[in-house]
């Protein structure tokens, strides 16, 4: 089966063996993605910021491969603060108010960087 992968051409793909997102088949999986743009966190301190950064960059992964948000079948989104859900989920909804894929909203320790409020991973079905 052919195998499509998107990278960012962040250093970190190579060193940890990793990319973006991978399309096997119709099945597209986007890895655990964070406001972070040339190192630095966009958004600081803003959790709504945040995720609608995150999600406009899983979208630009998504078209890569061949698919968009409506062929998103669940998201997972890990917060530092849950609550601050409604934050997070004002901008999910925005980007998914009419899809409305499987969610999952979980509150973790920590993120790799101390500002990053949230990571969000997608599964979807190309067409």
């Given at each position: 089966?052919?195998r499509?992968?998107?990278?960012?051409?962040?250093?970190w793909e190579?060193?940890?063996?990793?990319?973006?997102?991978?399309?096997?088949?119709?099945?597209?999986?986007?890895?655990?993605?964070?406001?972070?743009?040339?190192?630095e966190?966009?958004g600081?301190?803003?959790?709504?910021?945040?995720?609608?950064?995150?999600?406009?960059?899983?979208?630009?992964?998504?078209?890569?491969?061949?698919?968009?948000?409506?062929?998103?079948?669940?998201?997972?989104?890990?917060?530092t603060?849950?609550?601050?859900?409604?934050?997070?989920?004002?901008?999910?909804?925005?980007?998914?108010?009419?899809?409305?894929?499987v969610?999952?909203?979980?509150?973790?320790?920590?993120?790799?960087d101390?500002?990053?409020?949230?990571?969000?991973?997608?599964?979807?079905?190309?067409?």
């Amino acid at each position: 089966m052919e195998r499509k992968q998107v990278f960012t051409g962040s250093p970190w793909e190579s060193t940890v063996g990793y990319c973006r997102a991978i399309r096997v088949g119709t099945r597209i999986e986007v890895a655990g993605t964070t406001a972070m743009k040339d190192g630095e966190v966009v958004g600081k301190g803003d959790p709504y910021g945040q995720t609608r950064y995150i999600l406009e960059i899983i979208e630009k992964a998504l078209g890569e491969l061949g698919a968009g948000l409506a062929n998103v079948v669940r998201t997972r989104m890990f917060v530092t603060d849950i609550s601050k859900w409604e934050e997070f989920g004002k901008a999910h909804g925005e980007f998914f108010k009419d899809i409305q894929p499987v969610a999952t909203m979980v509150e973790v320790q920590a993120l790799i960087d101390p500002d990053l409020l949230i990571e969000i991973e997608v599964e979807a079905i190309a067409p």
